[in-house]
């Protein structure tokens, strides 16, 4: 008998995680309250605790362009090469 796997939004995590950092309860009450494993509380507190320094640095937003900038330069790339790949194809074609 197998049961299904729950999927927790991540409103809930966040909440859960914040309880957990705040340490008004231990992490077996939380699991208890939330009727979720410890485990788990404690992964999604790790993770928060390991996230929320990016969230606060100045340099994301300036990551973020720079990200995007050079998805459009490979896009670019990507279209010049393949228009070149087709052109070659029809000058070997008309060879062979």
């Given at each position: 008998?197998?049961?299904?796997r729950r999927q927790h939004s991540g409103e809930f995590k966040s909440r859960v995680a914040l309880a957990a950092i705040r340490g008004d309860k231990a992490i077996n009450e939380l699991a208890t309250e939330y009727?979720?494993?410890p485990v788990q509380i404690t992964q999604w507190k790790r993770a928060l605790q390991e996230e929320a320094p990016r969230l606060f640095s100045s340099h994301r937003g300036r990551q973020e362009k720079e990200e995007e900038a050079l998805k459009a330069s490979l896009y670019q790339q990507i279209g010049q090469l393949k228009v070149e790949l087709d052109w070659l194809k029809k000058k070997v074609g008309r060879l062979g």
């Open positions: 008998m197998s049961s299904k009727a979720v494993h």
